[in-house]
């Protein structure tokens, strides 16, 4: 058993809680040793740089050449808690509680915050308030509009890669992670911790008139959120398909060879469908599974993971149109801030709060999306660049697979280009060992030091009891309604095949990747969340209910089980 990955890093003895919740969502899988070297450290940088920004660390209250907001170990990516816990704490109007609600969830084995020398420090809460005064006040963020033209620009001036020479590949590579993804990583974290105010606010104020069903409903289907703007287009592409006998009949040939089949088609809806299909990897072939690390796949390098949820939906009624549902919840919203805020006339001074904190919402909420959206587009490009090499390194026997380049360390590359084959054997170790820790379930939350892989158990293990017929598996609210349906417990987005119209979705976890899975299905039951997980702002916009941090719902729930799903109580009861 590995007891220590190549890309596992030191842990913070000041700041000593870890978690996989939320970073979760972003590397479900172990690091490779490139994205360590490269993505991970550039992103602790530009964590720093927003929090001095919010005002809420200096540069100097964090060891210099260590990693410390995130920490790898056993090869999984851990959130460090107490950094987090230690802003709300710090921040005027939030608590180390409000932190753990809105990005954690339920956490088994987490303490409760304890005050530590030097946590309280009045000159950074004022420099806090200041900073959310900004956001309380400001009607948009064109620094994010700045980003998306200058990632966009990066796509569009995508050189022909196969003419670079392997050296220029590798100089590429790095020059696009270190010249942009530090100022971009700094905007998303930014933009996050703004997206708490409004959210904090609106919760505080729903807890007070006893109803917190309302921050809910407060912030749903605010639009303009970029994960959800794939499931729009492909929603296109499946009622184009299902609206074309010829392309139905090739879809229910089967997924595989699917994207050739049509692709060698000389009939008019396949050459139609096509061009949709490449207007739409163009746009968004940057997302997929696990989409910040660089050796994973996405919708432009495997388009037949985007045809696979374009499949689902060419099965759906009309009536779950994600514009529609969007469009609903949107409405609701609107008539609900209206009431809200008549019923406060009598008090200006609240009224006022709870309308820029509405304002902020719609500002803040969807920014965090449009800055992830950036950072993965500029991911992309360095991706692309990286593939390149590995094609070739696999054409000359270097390499076993294009994606073998990211278990290689930054420092190596000099050495690497000089003599490939010189690390052939080194790469199929630590491919093994990757492949190793890839099979088990990482300790979800440690303080101070974690256990040793050899603790964790296997994912394919399930030590969790089955619910029964009337028993209730309780999460957190993630978006409200009812809704009943057969479950599907579906472990990979890759193969959503066994997902139909109707069906409620049982995942262990989302990123963008299972975003169109959300369309066909009725509602939606993640084993983990919180309150600003992509489940839930996804759920948000397409008007599905949502459950999060339902644990071990995945292994709990029988798959094909009748369910009802509750979003605005948090519970999921087996029929």
């Known amino acids: 058993m590995v007891e220590r990955w190549i890309a596992d890093s030191g842990l913070s003895e000041r700041y000593p809680i870890y978690t996989r919740a939320n970073v979760g969502e972003v590397f479900p899988d172990p690091v490779t040793p490139l994205t360590r070297d490269t993505g991970i450290w550039l992103a602790e940088l530009g964590w720093r740089d927003a929090w001095e920004r919010v005002g809420a660390f200096d540069h100097s209250e964090f060891d210099p050449d260590e990693i410390e907001q995130l920490g790898i170990t056993g090869g999984y990516c851990y959130l460090n808690a107490s950094l987090i816990r230690l802003f709300g704490e710090r921040a005027p109007g939030l608590s180390a509680q409000a932190m753990d609600e809105q990005f954690f969830g339920t956490q088994p084995g987490i303490p409760p915050y304890v005050e530590q020398p030097g946590d309280v420090d009045l000159n950074k809460t004022e420099r806090i308030g200041q900073t959310f005064g900004w956001a309380l006040t400001t009607d948009d963020l064109p620094e994010l509009i700045d980003d998306q033209i200058a990632t966009k620009v990066l796509r569009d001036d995508r050189p022909d890669l196969t003419a670079l020479t392997d050296r220029e590949l590798a100089d590429r590579y790095f020059h696009l992670m270190d010249t942009h993804f530090r100022d971009l990583f700094a905007h998303h974290i930014f933009i996050s911790y703004m997206a708490t105010l409004p959210v904090g606010i609106l919760s505080a104020m729903a807890a007070a008139v006893g109803d917190p069903s309302l921050v809910m409903r407060l912030i749903v289907g605010l639009g303009q959120v970029d994960s959800a703007a ?113 019923s406060l006339a009598g008090d200006p001074a609240t009224q006022g709060q709870f309308l820029a904190a509405v304002r902020a919402a719609q500002v803040f909420l969807p920014g965090r999306e449009r800055t992830k959206t950036n950072n993965i587009r500029m991911v992309h490009e360095a991706r692309m660049t990286m593939r390149e090499l590995g094609r070739r390194m696999v054409e000359r026997g270097a390499f076993d697979e294009i994606e073998d380049f990211g ?127 992509h489940a839930v702002i996804v759920s948000r916009e397409l008007g599905i209910p949502c459950v999060v941090s339902a644990t071990g719902a995945t292994r709990a729930i029988p798959n094909g089980a009748l369910v009802r799903v509750d979003g605005l109580a948090g519970t999921v009861t087996v029929l």
């Open 407 to 533: 278990m290689l360390r930054k420092a190596e590359f000099d050495d690497f280009l000089a003599d490939p084959h010189a690390f052939t054997h080194t790469i199929r170790a630590r491919r093994a060992q990757y492949d190793e820790l890839s099979a088990l379930e990482p300790q979800f939350v440690f303080v101070g030091e974690p256990d040793f892989p050899d603790a964790w158990t296997s994912r394919a293990a399930n030590n969790v009891a089955q619910l029964s017929s009337g028993e209730v598996l309780t999460g957190l609210p993630g978006c409200p309604g009812v809704a009943e349906g057969r479950a599907r417990v579906i472990l990979d987005s890759h193969d959503p095949t066994a997902l139909e119209p109707g069906d409620v979705l049982v995942a262990p976890i989302t990123d963008p990747s299972w975003t169109p899975l959300f369309v066909p299905a009725c509602a939606v039951v993640v084993d983990v969340g919180a309150l600003q997980s």
């Open 230 to 342: 794939p499931s729009m287009a492909m929603w296109d592409m499946g009622r184009f398909v299902a609206e074309s006998p010829p392309l139905m009949a090739e879809f229910d040939r089967g997924l595989d060879g699917l994207h050739d089949r049509l692709r060698a088609s000389d009939d008019e809806s396949a050459v139609k469908l096509c061009a949709l299909l490449d207007e739409f990897i163009y746009e968004f072939g940057s997302r997929g599974p696990n989409e910040w690390e660089m050796r994973s796949p996405t919708w432009e390098t495997r388009p037949n993971l985007a045809l696979a949820a374009v499949d689902r939906m060419r099965l759906s009624p009309v009536s779950a149109a994600p514009i529609a549902q969007n469009s609903r919840m949107a409405t609701d919203r609107e008539q609900l801030v209206e009431q809200l805020s008549e």
